[in-house]
Nanobody
Framework: QVRVVQSGGGLVQAGGSLRLSCAAS????????GGWYRQGPGNRRDLVAT???????NYGHSVRGRFTISRDKADNVVYLQMNSLKPEETDVYYC?????????WGEGTQVTVSS
């Protein structure tokens, strides 16, 4: 079993920066990808960014050039550096980690961007 714990987030002014962390523990073998999503309308979770085992990064269109996803392989941590944040990006951000083709979700963390 894999446990995913998120940290970071909070309140920031528009134009500011935050960094989110997502740490996996337990049976952390066969990493496929890690990613960040934010809660969209209803139960939908919108892609923010993902990084796969080869280091390939994929970003949602609206965050390209401002957000950076990275991974610490040794510590099984995925980070999301968020710069130039906008008020409309206020949301709950969720981390997901795929180990052995099973997806494990974090508990979500609130990011609030004030105008």
């Amino acid at each position: 079993q894999v446990r995913v714990v998120q940290s970071g987030g909070g309140l920031v002014q528009a134009g500011g920066s935050l960094r989110l962390s997502c740490a996996a523990s337990g049976t952390v073998s066969s990493f496929n990808y890690g990613g960040w999503y934010r809660q969209g309308p209803g139960n939908r979770r919108d892609l923010v960014a993902t990084i796969n085992s080869g280091g390939y990064e994929n970003y949602g269109h609206s965050v390209r050039g401002r957000f950076t996803i990275s991974r610490d392989k040794a510590d099984n941590v995925v980070y999301l550096q968020m710069n130039s944040l906008k008020p409309e990006e206020t949301d709950v951000y969720y981390c997901a980690m795929d180990y052995g083709s099973k997806l494990y979700w974090g508990e979500g963390t609130q990011v609030t961007v004030s105008s």
